[in-house]
């Protein structure tokens, strides 16, 4: 299955939360907060065992915006590292350099931060990293090279910007613009969203 290239309000529609963070989609909740259609609101049938585990599967692809091929790789990768298939998955997925990026709350989509990162805009340890699946390791800095546009977007961000709301693994200096992995991310917050349970059981039918 190739990467979704639809209307992405509908699919939060469909699992009834911002899977995505875009502030604008939380608008669009307020006001349907029901799966789209041409009925309006009504009572969803009821998921097989197996619909629950595919959805719970295709939450988080969404969620990451990787292709089915992809998204697999990672999962068989996973269960090839010590430890719990399930934590080293998310682990996996958190780690991709447009994942830490986009953790930085500086960045309204994963779309545009995989723009920035394939057209030059993103730096680790000053070098250039062009690939957005890229791994970073821990005590690695991130920085930006941006465009004047960019810097703008930023300077708007950086007016309310506050070190509590970043992800606890993350610290983001707002003099230097730099971002530095601190740790490995914290699996539990993650599993609050995402019921990687369902997808390990997916994985191993």
Known sequence: MARYLGPKAKLCRRFGENIFGNP??????KKRNYPAGDHGPKRGSRKSDYGIHLNAKQKCRYIYELMEKQFKK??????????DAGDNFLIL??????SVVFNSKLFNSRSEV??????????VNDKKVDIP??????????????TGKQN??????????KSEDLNSNLYFDPEKRTLKVLSL?????????????????????
Not at 24 to 29: G, T
Not at 114 to 123: F, S
């Open 114 to 123: 995989r723009q920035l990162i394939t057209h030059g805009h993103v730096l």
């Open 133 to 146: 699946s890229y791994q970073v390791d821990l005590g690695d800095i991130i920085s930006f090279k941006l």
């Open 74 to 83: 990672y999962f068989e990768k996973a269960q090839n590292m010590p430890g």
């Open 24 to 29: 604008k989609y939380d608008r669009i909740l």
């Open 185 to 205: 991310p914290n699996v539990d917050l993650l599993k609050d969203k995402i019921d990687v349970r369902l997808i390990v059981e997916y994985y191993s039918k």
């Open 93 to 98: 997925l958190e780690n991709r350099l447009d």
């Open 152 to 161: 703008n977007k930023i300077e708007e961000k950086l007016k309310n910007f």
